[in-house]
């Protein structure tokens, strides 16, 4: 039998050295490396898809004012209506001519008053518009300006003073078209409570039938020579990507980053896990992704541990996977409102460089976000980053500190960090309570599936 010796002093040291000095490559790239730009027209695209959904929303509502039953309701729901179109006001991004002529067509439907405007706010939509409300003419087939949702009310409002047959056969068009919306609203929102429920569930079992802490017990059974490896192999991965990478990617033209990144990130992975492997017991690596649950079966002779099966095994962590998301998924959500309101209010400036690349390379989009970031991630965050200081705190503060850790290197505006935040920690509970690290990479490919279904809606 061997037993295995820690390593000299002196190797100790200078390993500690080196790393230290790849952890000043990785922190010195944050601010070496270039701001994140994503391309004027992406950014432009985005606040018109904003704008257009908020408005197919608000000439919904401005439809359906008329199915109240009594003055008093109409009045509130006008009022509602008014009140969030001064709210956008606020938004810088939304300050366009888009907006501006949408907003006044919703006005002009409810019986506002919308004179005395400046027409410099009405842009390249000026001359339309004022046709439409001086009953001259509708726009012509092919005019931008029937590309706007709300424009639909101001046709409507139209047709109503010059021509009420077809103002009765276009209306009841628009009205069956706002009520499929609305229907759609009210599915979302019973999804949505749903998954607030599902969360309620998940949270509640989980404080009343704590699962063991599987990821503390391997965790107990690493030497202390060896628990520095965690940290190193996390950093190995991270100079790879940002250093190296910020500096192979200068050579390239914009069209080929997005297959580097497709080569970039399984090399850094692979890299780091071939160090830690290296530097470790030869069955550790196996056990940062699944290690074996055994169960006390009796028989009628004896009782004696069992290995759980491994399917019906992965069929469940995949189930706690999604059930987790809805316990995380309202605690992010609430902690980006409080961000948001904190900073005054004001609209997320900045967006995920990946963005520029969905229209057009959707596929491969999909494969690197949704596929192979939420695995390497998983396993560089999950198993070294909080494993190294889980090593050093109790559960719940090592979660934070690589929560924290997770969200800083994150592309986003500050605004969304405690949500990343929430995100990262949330995984790190999930993964010290499971055997494996397949729950949190089932939560992180939910997380980063629906991001990338926004995407698709807006792009």
């Keep these: 039998m061997t037993v295995e010796k820690d390593p000299p002093v002196a190797d100790r040291i200078l390993r500690s050295v080196t790393f230290l000095i790849l952890f000043l490559a990785v922190f010195g790239s944050f601010f070496l490396r270039p ?3 994503t391309d004027s027209a992406v950014l432009e695209d985005l606040t018109k898809t904003q704008s257009d959904l908020f408005f197919k929303f608000i000439a919904a509502g401005a439809l359906n004012i008329d199915e109240a039953k009594t003055e008093e309701q109409k009045t509130v729901l006008k009022n509602a209506i008014v009140g969030q179109l001064q709210s956008i006001d606020s938004e810088p991004a939304f300050r366009t001519p888009e907006v501006q002529v949408q907003k006044r067509m919703v006005l002009a439907h409810l019986g506002e008053d919308i004179g005395g405007y400046d027409e410099k706010s009405l842009g390249p939509y ?5 046709n439409l409300y001086a009953d001259r003419s509708l726009p012509s087939e092919g005019d931008a300006i029937l590309t706007m949702p709300a424009t639909e009310l101001a046709v409507l409002d139209y047709l ?8 009765a056969i276009e209306h009841k068009k628009v009205k069956e078209k706002a009520a499929s919306l609305l229907t759609a609203i009210n599915i979302g929102s019973i999804v949505f409570l749903f998954i607030i429920t599902l969360g309620l569930y998940g949270a509640v079992r989980f404080f009343f039938n704590r699962p063991p802490a599987y990821f503390g017990r391997f965790l107990d059974t690493v030497k202390p020579a060896q628990q520095p490896v965690f940290m190193e192999t996390a950093i190995l991965f991270l100079f790879v990507m940002f250093p190296v990478g910020m500096i192979l990617s200068r050579f ?5 980053m997005l297959p580097f990144n497709f080569v970039l990130i399984p090399a850094a992975f692979l890299i ?3 160090y830690f492997k290296s530097e470790t017991r030869p069955e550790m690596l196996r056990w940062l992704f699944w290690v074996p649950v055994f169960d006390q079966v009796s028989s009628e002779n004896d009782t004696a541990p069992t290995q759980r099966p491994f399917l019906p095994s992965l069929f469940k962590e995949i189930g706690v996977g999604i059930v987790a998301w809805a316990v995380i998924f309202p605690v992010g959500a609430l902690a980006t ?9 004001e609209a997320v400036p900045s967006v995920h ?30 198993n070294f980053v909080y494993g190294f200081f889980r090593f050093r705190f109790q559960g719940f503060l090592a979660a934070l500190f690589s929560g924290f850790f997770f969200a800083v290197i994150h ?12 995100l990262g920690a949330g995984l790190a509970i999930l993964r010290e309570h499971r055997p494996g690290i397949v729950a949190p990479i089932v939560t992180h490919m939910i997380v980063n599936g629906l991001a990338f279904l926004f995407m698709q809606l807006l792009f």
């Design 411 to 422: 592309p986003y505006s500050a605004v969304l960090m405690p949500q990343l935040t929430v």
């Design 337 to 345: 409102l409080i961000a948001v309101t904190l900073a005054g209010g």
């Design 35 to 37: 701001e994140p730009k």
């Design 160 to 167: 109503k003073r010059n021509d009420p047959e077809r103002y």
């Design 252 to 256: 390239l033209s914009e069209q080929w």
């Design 353 to 382: 460089p990946i963005v520029q690349y969905v229209d057009g390379h959707r596929l491969e989009v999909f494969l690197l976000a949704v596929v192979i970031a939420p695995i390497v991630e998983e396993v560089i965050f999950r």
């Design 126 to 130: 000026k001359e339309a518009f004022q």
């Design 272 to 274: 780091s896990l071939l």
